[in-house]
């Protein structure tokens, strides 16, 4: 049996207690593998109370937790230079590994190309880097890693665009989630006590934006849309997550949000953080699901959980995401100079039209199942099992 180990960015700990996409995509497979049991996992991430009480119940996952001096444990995903902060943490980390021997050892985002700091320590361990981001070929990465994993098509490409990394040494496995987290039952007085929180009338129909809010999220192109919107008056436009996952803070962006939200406070909720635990709650009283990042988004958890949901998809056209819709469940908008109306039009379409609602939200169940938590670690299993490096 392979024995893998993960090593997790210096930020928030296995299982994700506080949020994450990278944490929760691991937390997925460790939970699996405690049923299936196909690999022997280890997993060295930051010291957290609630993750260290929840991981004792691990059978098959030996869990390693540092814990870090106050304020180093800040995001920085710098891949250019080792902060004081990384150093530390991977010092860290070395003591963990230091003795220790592994099949495997497959980073799992942050700083790729600091992470040499540590792999020169180690010269007789292999490491996997998991591509959560993206980043183009560089011989730094090519000395350093033995084989990559990528999370998307989008990543692969941009990965060896530049031929120093061959696709040989890359593979795909799409992320996965946990369909269960999403499809449970809200019953109606459930949903009534929601939409009483947060002064959603029982007719609004409910737009829904969950994720970071930072600019390459595309949160204030979207307010904008809301605000063009014909039927605005009908609707709320629920903003669901902060800048720094539950570490909660109000940024500068945060204040330019609210700001250019005044005119409108009382049709636009700003939810904070939700633990994606208790996302299925607010996804059960949406009706629409906008994602409308700017950047080139590399995959999208957020897509698959909206899809899981049951609900239709407006979204643009970056990175990976239209892998992982279809023409039946989502609009992907181009990101010119006419997204904001075009995002406006869509919206005060899908209100106009219930049924096309209907049918998109059930083509968006039928098509997460793909993207199941099960897939994601048989998938990642028998990479671990055919690499050969």
Known sequence: MKKVCFIIPNFFPIPATKGGAVETLVTNLINVNEKEHLIDFSCVCPYEEKAYEISKSYKYTTMHYIKLPENTAKLDFSDETVSDNFRIY????????????????????????????????????????????????????????????????YVKNYLTSNKIISPNFVRVVENGIAIENFTKKVSEDEKDELKEKYNIKKTDCVLMFCGRTVPQKGIKELILAFKKMKHIDNCKLMIVGNSKFGNEILTDYDKELIEISKDVSDKIIFTGFIHNTNLYKIHSIADISIIPSMWEEPSGLVVMESMASGLPIITTHSGGIPELVTNKNAFVLERDENLIQNMADKLDYLYENPNVRAEMGKESKKHSVKYSKENFYKNFVNLMDEVDV
Do not use: C, T, W
């Open 90 to 153: 991977m010092d860290e980390v070395y003591k963990v590994l230091a003795n220790k021997s592994f099949d495997y050892i497959v980073i799992e985002g942050g700083n790729y190309l600091g992470y040499e700091y540590l792999i020169q320590k180690l010269p007789s361990q292999k490491f996997l880097l998991h591509m959560h981001g993206n980043v183009a070929g560089d011989e730094r990465l090519l000395r350093n890693y033995k084989f990559f994993i990528a999370i998307s098509n």
